[in-house]
């Protein structure tokens, strides 16, 4: 008789273990076996309602036309105005006509209008040049006189492309009485806002009066990209990114030879933004299906309503709604609802300080009764699907029950989106990535519900091997492991599609532009993407398993 090893013996036990722990009807099964063995097994009705709710997202523009009917009707939804009350009040009206439970959460939110603002470069051989410029959401005016006339603020102005920089030439007393312009090149959105946000607060440390920032992103096509700015005493505003560079040669070439380039550029800024804190009521938008077998528990899917009150917020975050919202209704009109319950939330003031997600999640504390098991957001844009990113819930993590949810989730996409063709590309939709936190789900993710959001294929990628963005990033290496993988399948299929890249630089083309319109993506984006978002949904509302 051969023996069994100690360590062979140890593996089985573990397995048996494992299998025992879960709840009989947990909807997977793990497997021992070779390596070509799947590891879950999924209970059969899942791929029958996953087929019906592809069908039922593919078969009409629903979600397109409505969001089109919507911002056109209504145009961008600034936090405080009447066109997002309406638009909300608008959404109500159609959930209901869709036979959905809807209702609203009251949020208190501040107000900020952006009023009349201009930048001007006063060129020595120009004379006045208009600049693209957007004030930064929360920026104050520029200083107003005895008289309460706002002249704006005409100074010299100053160019940094680091908070290093900005240190060393505060230190220098070079800051002082002028514009600073921070003239980031882009890298990654996550590590550059920084200088949007917190530009202004620096600045004014070492007497700045106003700061320009370079527009985050990779291409502006002279479109400013404005944003939120931490309060500070002194207006931020952004401009495109041709204008700083313009601003930064012209700077250049006077330091370099101030024989021949005699003057230091100045510009001359005007703004007249109000805050008015506390004084407007918002809502939060929820829409629930209540789960079949697990009422108690929750997936919530969704996106933030509000926009910036520039373009029509189609694309931030109007579609990641919109998407979440045919996710239930294609979910209500199965033969039986999953077994957990499925709510899509749209969020209010996300862009200024993410009230309307801190709000929801004070509303629906855990409690033994009920409790969040997963939170689902999308707020990347709505192009092709590429798949989610995902941040494992603590309950899956600790305690007796250890249970490994990335790679379940990771199973489950190559097992029902991994091979179809109809959702814009093969496998679309269907990569799994770390990092799920998103703004509005954050106080549930630190709370340790697991989190999740939508990630759309990048519409304009980087360059792959130039890009110093994918050199510095941390998930380089699995993502591009995930996409080798996937090639690899690709190549005896339809071997002539170019592999796709999950966003990173073709959202920041149009975010917080004026250029966030319809036009930004297609129906059939928004038709496979909504299927995609329903997959995913269901997947976490009918597995019982915790993630
Ligand atoms: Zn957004």
């Known amino acids: ?314 694309i931030d975050d109007g579609a990641g709604c919109f998407i979440a919202w045919e996710t239930v209704r294609q979910l209500s009109r199965l033969d039986k609802p999953p077994r957990r319950t499925v709510r899509a939330v749209f969020w209010t003031s996300e862009e200024n300080g993410a009230a309307g997600g801190r709000v929801y999640a004070a509303n629906h504390p855990e409690t033994n009764t009920t409790r969040h098991v997963f939170a689902f957001e999308s707020d990347y844009g709505v192009f092709d699907p590429y798949g989610i990113n995902f941040t494992p819930g603590r309950r899956a993590q600790e305690g007796p029950h250890r249970f490994n949810s990335y790679e379940y989730l990771t199973a489950a996409g190559e097992h029902f989106l991994g091979s179809r063709k109809d959702l814009g590309y093969y496998g679309a939709g269907s990569f799994v990535l770390p990092n799920g936190i998103g703004a509005d789900i954050a106080p549930l993710c630190k709370q340790g519900v697991a989190c999740a959001q939508f990630r759309p294929a990048d519409p304009f990628p980087l360059p792959y091997s130039t890009s110093p963005y994918y050199i510095k990033k941390n998930d380089v290496k699995s993502e591009s492991r995930e996409l080798g993988h996937r090639r690899h399948h690709h190549d005896g299929e339809d071997a002539q599609d170019p592999p796709r890249r999950p966003v990173d630089s073709g959202y920041f083309y149009y975010h917080h532009t004026e250029a966030d319109t319809m036009g930004a993506f297609t129906p059939d984006q928004v038709k496979n993407s909504a299927a995609v978002m329903a997959v995913w949904t269901f997947i976490a509302a009918e597995s019982r398993v915790e993630f």
Not at 9 to 14: A, F, N, P, T
Not at 120 to 125: A, D, E, Q
Not at 152 to 169: D, F, H, P, R, Y
């Open 1 to 314: 008789m051969r023996r069994i090893g100690f360590f062979k013996l140890s593996l089985i036990v573990l397995a048996i273990y494992l299998f025992l722990c879960l709840p009989s009807d947990a909807g997977l099964l793990f497997l021992s076996g070779g390596d070509k063995a799947p590891k879950f097994k999924f209970e059969h009705h899942f791929q029958e309602n996953i087929d019906k709710l592809i069908a039922g997202s593919l078969e009409s523009s629903i979600v397109w036309d409505r969001l089109a009917e919507m911002t056109d009707t209504f145009g961008n939804r600034l936090v405080g105005s009447d066109a997002l009350e309406k638009s909300i009040d608008w959404i109500i009206g159609k959930v209901k006509g869709d036979g959905l439970s809807v209702t609203t959460e009251e949020v208190v939110v501040d107000y900020w209008e952006r009023n009349e603002e201009s930048l001007y470069f006063l060129s020595p051989t120009r004379g006045r040049v208009k600049l693209h410029m957007l004030g930064l959401g929360r920026s104050p005016a520029t200083p107003v006189d005895k008289d309460g006339i706002n002249h704006g603020i005409t100074a010299e102005i100053i160019v940094v492309t680091s908070k290093e920089e900005l240190e060393q030439l505060g230190a220098a007393g070079e800051l002082k009485g002028r514009v600073v312009l921070y003239n980031k090149p882009f890298e990654a959105y996550s590590t550059d806002v920084i200088y949007r946000s917190m530009g202004a607060t620096w600045a004014q440390e070492h007497g700045a009066v106003a700061v320009l920032v370079r527009s985050v992103a990779p291409l502006s096509l002279q479109t400013a990209h404005t944003g939120n700015a931490y309060p500070a005493s002194i207006p931020a505003a952004s401009i495109s990114i041709e204008d700083a560079q313009l601003l930064a040669r012209v700077l250049n070439r006077h330091q370099q030879d101030p024989k021949q380039f005699p003057d230091w550029p100045k510009v001359h800024l005007t703004m007249n933004a109000q805050t008015t804190l506390n004084s407007k009521k918002s809502r939060n938008i929820v829409v629930e299906l209540k789960g079949r077998e697990l009422p108690e528990e929750v997936v919530v899917v969704g996106g933030h309503i509000d926009s910036w009150d520039v373009g029509s917020g189609a």
